[in-house]
């Protein structure tokens, strides 16, 4: 093997290699007033980090509680429909649909706060099915 010999600047550049990394490890020691410590950096770029994993997971859950209110819209709709024609038959609208489509208003409630930042709490099914209170 060939040795190439080393130009002046190399040689240089090699010793400012080293005095900078000597430096950075002084003053990973050191406090240096105005400089973070190292570990300090570390634990607020995670939390950075886990602020904008939560902003993301948030962001997904927005888009799945948006997907859940417009199918819980068109049951709401045809909910209403089968009423209808239930009351148009019977005289008297059913029981259990007044219940249903009270229960799901309240959920499309939860939904629309949630995906408004109204709320932190997500909705069903991460938490418990409304119930229909009242009437």
Not at 71 to 86: E, M, N, P, S
Not at 103 to 120: C, K, M, P, R
Request: proline share 4%; charged share 20%.
């Amino acid at each position: 093997m060939k040795h190439c010999p080393r130009s002046a600047r190399d040689v240089a550049l090699a010793r400012g290699r080293l005095d900078l990394a000597r430096l950075l490890e002084r003053l990973r020691w050191r406090k240096i007033e105005g400089l973070p410590h190292r570990r300090e950096c570390k634990m607020n770029n995670t939390s950075a980090t886990n602020g904008k994993r939560s902003i993301w997971l948030r962001g997904v859950l927005m888009i799945l509680m948006a997907i859940a209110f417009h199918i819980c819209g068109t049951l709401l709709a045809l909910g209403a429909i089968i009423q209808f024609v239930l009351a148009l038959l019977s005289n008297t609208p059913s029981a259990h649909l007044i219940a249903f489509a009270r229960s799901l208003g309240l959920y499309l409630s939860q939904i629309a706060d949630f995906v408004s930042f109204g709320t932190e709490e997500v909705p069903f099914p991460f938490s418990e099915w409304p119930s229909s209170r009242g009437g």
